[in-house]
């Protein structure tokens, strides 16, 4: 099931009492109704009449859906997926729940650029960002050198586009990065000019930037102790606020196997900084999470979040197994493994959505070659994914048809949740 991208870019600052949304009921009360609605049906529903078109497309109805008393019950938990570059190539949001796929528009086109990849996206309130990752540049010379960039694009839902925002401090890409929801702040670390075709090539930086939304501006703090890129970042929380930033694995320096090959050396450890309203503080080192042999870097990590506000879960995807952080004993446990493995030569998705681990593959994919008699379309197979509740300890599976014009590679694939 494919719902269409809004067209409305109206939104109301408070609900219209010239329009009836449900007729015989007041409009508040109408309005709580319709709060509850998924939002994977709301572009369907959006056409019923144009008081219903002008309130699902308003920021009260956003702000009434994120409200405290009733969020939980009214918030979807949709999983965006970048297949490739943005710029060329749409991004999907994709409903779980109600197995529903949204196409986004693509990035605002540069002609000069391409090949976008490594950027990070993240979501912040009801909003999706997508910061810096490595690219081609056709004004840079030589044209197959990657190079890092500082790009910084933000997708409004009430207005249904993009928008470019301030570019970071530093270009970079394959960087940690973490939103401060408490105080509407994204927080980004590290990274470089790693890209997908050069996978020990480009450079690495130290740099710790924070975005402020509201002014739209980059502030730079306190550098990592040593470059790191590849690596992982989230915050901690504590009475309601982000109060330390975390930032885990990487790699730094690269060397080279025989003197030929050139290979990464992948850190073990972790560094935290504790955050304030001034800024960021000093970084601190947690040691070593893993010795030497037991695997050459960090798998793909994903955060649960504590209802109550207390420290988060952290979970690790490594090959088949998944993993659980201890902060106590500063290492990684087994916590269960995957019940079917993936096919040979493909790669796994790892996202929280609900407090529930997914872990995503693409099964019965079928690349057909092309001929000079007949050229056959791609078959971009089934979205397969296994969702573990942690809470539980059980699995369960779901399947759907993903909307790609070919199949979804996971190692290259960008993804983020957002709740709206």
């Keep these: 099931m494919i719902f269409p991208p809004s067209s409305s870019s109206t939104f109301l600052l408070e609900i219209d009492e010239s329009l009836t949304l449900i007729p015989g009921l007041p409009n508040d009360v109408a309005a709580h109704i319709l709060s509850f609605l998924p939002y994977s049906h709301h572009c369907r529903l959006k056409p019923t009449c144009k008081p219903w078109n002008i309130f699902l497309s308003s920021k009260t109805f956003f702000s009434l859906r994120r409200d405290g008393n009733h969020r939980r019950l009214c918030l979807s938990h949709l999983l965006c997926i970048f297949p490739e570059d943005p710029h060329i190539s749409s991004p999907f949001l994709f409903d779980p729940e109600n197995l529903a796929w949204r196409p986004l528009p693509p990035l605002p086109c540069n002609p000069h650029e391409y090949g976008l990849c490594n950027f990070t996206s993240i979501s912040l309130g009801p909003n999706i960002y997508v910061l810096g990752g490595s690219r081609f540049d056709t004004r840079s010379y030589p044209l197959d050198r990657p190079s890092p960039t500082s790009s910084a694009f933000r997708y409004n839902f009430l207005t249904s586009s993009w928008e470019r925002l301030a570019p970071m401090l530093s270009p970079r890409g394959s960087f940690a990065c973490a939103a401060i929801p408490s105080a509407d702040q994204i927080i980004v670390a590290g990274g470089g000019s790693r890209h997908n075709m050069f996978r020990a090539a480009g450079s690495r930086i130290c740099s710790v930037e924070r975005y402020d939304v509201e002014r739209d ?44 090959f050139p290979v990464d050396d992948y850190y073990k450890d972790a560094m935290v900084m504790e955050l304030n309203e001034n800024g ?113 300890k059980t699995w369960r599976s779901l399947i759907t048809k993903p909307p790609f014009q070919k199949p979804l590679d996971f190692s290259t694939t960008i993804m983020c949740t957002v709740r709206l």
């Excluded at 040593?226 to 930032?247: I, L, P, Q, S, Y």
């Excluded at 955060?303 to 090959?319: K, Q, T, Y």
């Design 280 to 392: 960021g503080g000093k970084w601190r080192a947690i040691g070593d999470m893993w010795e030497e042999g037991e695997r050459p870097g960090l798998g793909k990590i994903v955060v649960v979040e504590d209802e109550e506000g207390l420290w988060p879960s952290i979970f690790m995807l490594d090959d088949n197994d998944i993993l659980r952080y201890n902060m106590i004993s500063n290492r990684w446990q087994k916590e269960s493994g995957v019940p079917r493995r993936a096919p040979p030569e493909s790669s796994y998705g790892f996202a929280v959505l609900k407090g529930e681990l997914h872990v995503m593959t693409i099964v019965n994919a079928i690349d057909f070659t092309e001929s000079r008699r007949s050229r056959q379309q791609k078959r971009v197979g089934t979205l397969f994914i296994q969702i573990y509740n942690p809470r539980t």
């Design 217 to 260: 501006e980059w502030e730079a703090l306190d550098g990592l102790p040593r470059f790191r890129a590849g690596c992982v970042g989230f915050t901690v929380r504590g009475d309601g606020e982000e109060k330390e930033f975390w930032v885990m694995g990487g790699y730094g320096e690269s060397r080279t196997l025989s003197g030929v």
